[in-house]
């Protein structure tokens, strides 16, 4: 079965430093999500991809965090310079087409933040 | 502001009992309801959606009781199982806009064998 793969599960940096994440989906899904999800809060979409171009980042801290899918189907999260509250899993999911279908997560990157 | 509100925080249920998880909403717009679970290390999977045409959809164990009127949905999960204890969201999307996802805060379900 189909997965969306992230790496690296697990990441501990240091405030200031700068990091980034990794997410591949399922293949032939034209819509890639970014989410933040805090420790007991259900996730919060910080960045919506269709194909490669950024559908909705309205949630996204443009001063620090910015995201890409250069070919349309891998995408990359980076966060520089990190803070202590930036401390949450970053899950990425997938879809078809984006309207009202499945979303398929990933099994998320913890990030913890020192 | 939460757009969408989940109780209770937490849940326990003995084996073969009724686990009922609701939820409320204010933006009208709003018109797919999914409930996802999620188990510890694991990302969110999708369980169950409804749409508002209909008032109860049912798939197995699981069944989503819809009230348009109220602004509410449930989630209830019969005969519960061990296997069963996860953290439940329920999320809200309409058709306007980037069809995002609004989750709620998440429902920790024990079931006590």
């Known amino acids: 079965e189909a997965e969306v793969a992230q790496s690296p599960r697990y990441k501990i940096t240091e405030k200031s430093q700068a990091v980034a994440f990794w997410c591949d989906p399922i293949?032939?899904?034209?819509?890639l999500y970014w989410y933040r999800q805090i420790l007991g809060q259900g996730p919060e979409l910080l960045v919506q991809?269709?194909?490669?171009?950024?559908?909705?980042d309205s949630q996204l801290p443009k001063d620090r965090f910015s995201a890409e899918r250069l070919k349309g189907v891998d995408s990359t999260l980076k966060i520089q310079p990190a803070e202590l509250g930036d401390s949450a899993m970053y899950l990425c999911?997938?879809?078809?087409?984006?309207?009202?279908?499945?979303?398929?997560f990933g099994p998320g990157t913890r990030l913890l933040v020192l | 502001q939460q757009q969408v509100k989940q109780s209770p925080q937490s849940l326990i249920v003995q084996k073969g009992g009724i686990s009922i998880i609701n939820c409320a909403y204010e933006?009208?717009?709003?018109?797919?309801f999914p409930w996802y679970q999620q188990f510890p290390g694991k990302g969110p999977a999708l369980l169950i959606a409804?749409?508002?045409?209909?008032s109860e959809k049912k798939e197995g164990r699981f069944t989503i009781s819809f009230n348009k009127s109220a602004k509410q949905f449930s989630l209830h999960i019969m005969d519960s199982q061990p296997g069963d204890s996860a953290t439940y969201f329920c999320a809200a999307s309409a058709k306007t806009g980037a069809n995002n996802l609004f989750f709620g805060t998440g429902t920790r379900l024990t079931v006590i064998p």
């Open positions: 409804i749409r508002p045409d209909v």
């Open positions: 293949s032939g899904h034209a819509t």
């Open positions: 991809f269709q194909d490669e171009s950024v559908v909705d």
């Open positions: 999911a997938s879809s078809l087409l984006g309207l009202q279908e499945t979303q398929y």
């Open positions: 933006n009208t717009a709003f018109d797919y």
